[in-house]
């Protein structure tokens, strides 16, 4: 069984700043790519970044690439989004999923498909 489990969320203003952390416990894999999704309210779940999890290498949607950085931590198990600049329409549920296939050496998958275990979400909400 593995466990998912997100925090760091919360309430901000518009240009503020909030990090999401992702924490994987329970049974152990060599994980492929860890990544960050959210969904809005009334609104299909999106992808926003992920991160190669040997390689290191990572994607953004371009709705928040140059305001969000992604990372992980190989030997906690870990990882972070750090936002920055947020705007209203980053109110959303943010998911952490992980990713066990191997896809190639830098890929990183943006397909909420390609992610096997995912956890319960946190909420973050942007005020104007």
């Known amino acids: 069984q593995v466990q998912v489990v997100e925090s760091g969320g919360g309430l901000v203003q518009a240009g503020g700043s909030l990090r999401l952390s992702c924490a994987v416990s329970g049974r152990t894999f060599t994980w492929y790519a860890m990544g960050w999704f959210r969904q809005a309210p009334g609104k299909a779940r999106e992808f926003a970044a992920a991160i190669n999890w040997s390689a290191g290498s990572t994607g953004y949607a371009d709705s928040v690439k140059g305001r969000f950085a992604i990372s992980r931590d190989n030997a906690k198990n870990t990882g972070d989004l750090q936002m920055y600049s947020l705007k209203p329409e980053d109110t959303a549920v943010y998911y952490c999923?992980?990713?066990?296939?191997?896809?190639?050496?830098?890929?990183?998958?943006?397909?909420?498909?390609?992610?096997?275990?995912w956890g319960q979400g946190t909420q973050v909400t942007v005020s104007s």
């Open positions: 999923a992980l990713d066990r296939t191997y896809r190639g050496r830098i890929y990183v998958p943006r397909n909420a498909a390609a992610y096997d275990y």
